[in-house]
């Protein structure tokens, strides 16, 4: 072997390496992601010969080549990790908050919240199969069916601040719980507090 | 949008048991005592000591929580006479008695026999009696017979003591969805559920209970089949479905839908299917009510801001405003003349019971406690039952309508939510 094709061989290992430790997490949801990931050595091909001109570390060329992954998420799910079924769990993504909370007599979605709404509607449009229920629920005093109308006002301001970021109709049911399934069972203002709130569920949660 | 093996555990989850007795019984405690109340003597039946629980007990309950009657205790007299020809009138009518009601009771071959007779004190007349033969199961049935022919016989009035009662008793994690006598015997148990069960609705002929449950994760309306048990999803639209009421026919029920984007009342067949938007606004309507002779609506309404009861045709169209006095007025109930209407108001920041008078205008307070719910009247219009709360528990309370006699129906073991009072027995 020569010595060029020696040294070659070691890169191309130590990039392989490398690669290995910046190619996106795959799941066992994304197991489509998987191929995706094989992607991403196919560009080391052009630019390991650190005497080539124009070199550049293949660890980085191969991570913009990963970029193309989060293209693949048609196929299933977002290979970038992001808006992946797992983030829906991880409790450092967005999307592993569920709650929105609603000032007294209120169902306007406060500014706070528009982050936490714009993150699951692109999670919704990025995974068309999945589909979100929007929780509305009230504190535990007065009527409970007038309080059930109030949580589904909650419930129907979050869904259809979703539709107008484009989330279909199909992938969205706003249903509520009013007084009935409260977080905090008592009557403080901090309690209250918890209860005026719309929670997103997904299917098989 | 149900994960399918969510929805089997849900549904293995929610069991129907009809006809069990439940172990946690209703007892009753008595608040309060009007003027002016019938003054009845009631010494014991003879030989009822050989029928469980006995009778005049039973019979002297129904009758102080009508708020009607002063009942003289036991010992109030040192006589027990089981026949008209008994009574010592003298020492009756010196202990303040109108009249009294005697009996005797025997049981031969399972079954039960009772003798009465209610003596008017002062003429020494017979007002009403008679000889009730059915089996010694049935012992609180006879009891509560006499106590309506008392009631009706001195008042002029149908008693409602041989009615029932639905309410949802919550435990723990676990609701269940009862029917018991009025005077909370006797309950049993139609639904059992992890979820919450609201909102039971009787049937005007007694024979089904409408309500709501969230067994599949959602608000859902079920008609629920006393005799037998069969229930059927009537209202499962896409949203929630919730607050069932009955027409006077008993031939559609009314609900409340979310399918349109805001919560409005529609109607649907009892058995199903298309379902007929009846309000229009862009508010929240709901807690729809029928009149007794099914010509309107009662129902709550926020189109102006906040909850008001309001009235529409039965057949929907354009709503007029009933109440305009605070700004949260809700739980409309017709009473059975539908002269007038029980409902809750919200004020200083206590939820009482109220009653509205059609004819005057004018709602009054029946109840001085903080935090009322779900009013219901007694098919006599003469007593509002009501949800309560009393040391952090979920109780039910009977009151009459002229708000001074309150009877707390007392349980162990849970919170009591969601009464609602059943029509006479057919």
Not at chain 1, 126 to 145: C, F, H
Request: glycine letters at 12%.
């Amino acid at each position: 072997m020569k010595a060029s094709q020696l040294v070659l061989s070691l890169l191309l290992a130590a990039t392989l390496a490398a690669c290995s430790s910046t190619s996106p997490t795959n799941t066992a949801g994304n197991g489509a992601n998987g191929a995706n990931g094989a992607n991403g050595l196919n560009g080391a091909n052009g630019e390991n010969d650190p005497s080539a001109a124009g070199y550049v570390r293949n660890g980085v060329g191969v991570n913009g080549v990963n970029g193309a992954n989060g293209a693949n998420g048609a196929t299933g799910a977002d290979g970038s990790g992001a808006y992946s079924n797992s983030a829906l769990k991880d409790p450092r993504n967005i999307l592993s908050k569920r709650s929105v909370y609603f000032d007294f007599d209120s169902a306007t979605v406060k500014g706070e919240y528009k982050p936490l709404v714009e993150a699951h509607s692109t999670f919704l449009k990025k995974n068309p199969q999945r589909k979100a229920q929007i929780q509305g629920n009230t504190d535990v005093l007065g009527s409970r069916e007038y309080n059930l109308a109030l949580g589904q006002r909650r419930a129907e301001s979050v869904k259809n601040m979703m539709r107008v970021l484009g989330v279909p109709e199909g992938q969205l049911e706003a249903v509520s719980y009013g007084k009935e399934k409260p977080k905090a069972t008592g009557t403080s203002d901090a309690d209250n507090a918890q209860n005026r709130r719309a929670d997103v569920a997904y299917d098989g949660e | 949008m149900l994960h399918r093996l969510s929805h089997a555990v849900f549904s293995s989850l929610v069991l129907m048991l009809a006809c069990l007795p439940a172990r946690a019984d209703m007892t009753i405690e008595i608040v309060g005592g009007g003027a002016n109340r019938h003054v009845l003597a009631l010494p014991a039946f003879a030989a009822e000591a050989s029928v469980n629980g006995g009778i005049t007990p039973i019979i002297r309950s129904d009758l102080s929580r009508s708020g009607a009657f002063k009942v003289l205790e036991p010992g109030a007299v040192a006589q027990a006479p089981s026949t008209p020809g008994e009574i010592d009138y003298p020492a009756w009518q010196g202990a303040g008695a109108m009249s009294l009601a005697v009996g005797r009771v025997s049981v031969a071959g399972g079954q039960l026999s009772v003798e009465f007779n209610l003596m008017d004190a002062a003429q020494r007349k017979r007002l009403t009696g008679g000889t009730l033969t059915v089996p010694v199961s049935d012992s609180r049935a006879a009891a509560h017979q006499i106590a309506d022919m008392i009631y009706q016989a001195i008042t002029g009035e149908r008693g409602v003591f041989s009615t029932q009662i639905a309410y949802v008793l919550k435990a723990g994690r676990n609701y269940q969805l009862q029917v018991a006598d009025a005077d909370g015997a006797g309950a049993q148990t139609l639904l059992r559920s992890a979820e919450p069960i609201i909102s039971p609705s009787w049937s005007p002929d007694g024979s089904r209970l409408a309500y709501v449950s969230f067994e599949s994760k959602k608000p859902v309306v079920y008609v629920h089949s006393l005799a037998n048990g069969a229930r059927q999803a009537v209202a499962a639209f896409k949203g929630s479905n919730s607050a069932p009421a009955w027409s006077a026919d008993g031939s559609r029920l009314a609900v409340v839908l979310t399918r349109d984007g805001n919560s409005q009342i529609y109607a649907v067949p009892v058995g199903g299917g298309e379902a007929v938007r009846l309000s229009q606004s862009q508010g929240i309507d709901t807690e729809p009510d029928y009149a007794p002779d099914g010509s309107r609506i009662l129902f709550t309404s926020d189109r102006a801001g906040s909850p008001q009861v309001y009235s529409m045709p039965a057949s929907g169209g354009s709503a007029s405003r009933v109440t305009f006095e605070g700004n949260y007025n809700v739980s409309p109930n017709f009473a059975p003349d539908g002269k007038s209407f029980t409902f809750i108001r919200r004020e200083g920041g206590r939820y009482r019971v109220m009653v509205h008078d059609f004819a005057t205008g004018q709602a009054n307070a029946v109840t001085d406690t903080a935090h009322d719910e779900s009013p219901s009247f007694a098919p006599n219009g003469k007593m509002i039952l009501y949800a309560s709360e009393q040391g952090g528990r979920g109780v039910l309370y009977t009151v009459t309508r002229d708000g001074l006699t309150k009877t707390r129906l007392a349980t162990l073991g849970g919170d009591v939510q969601e009464p609602a009072w059943g029509p006479y027995p057919r």
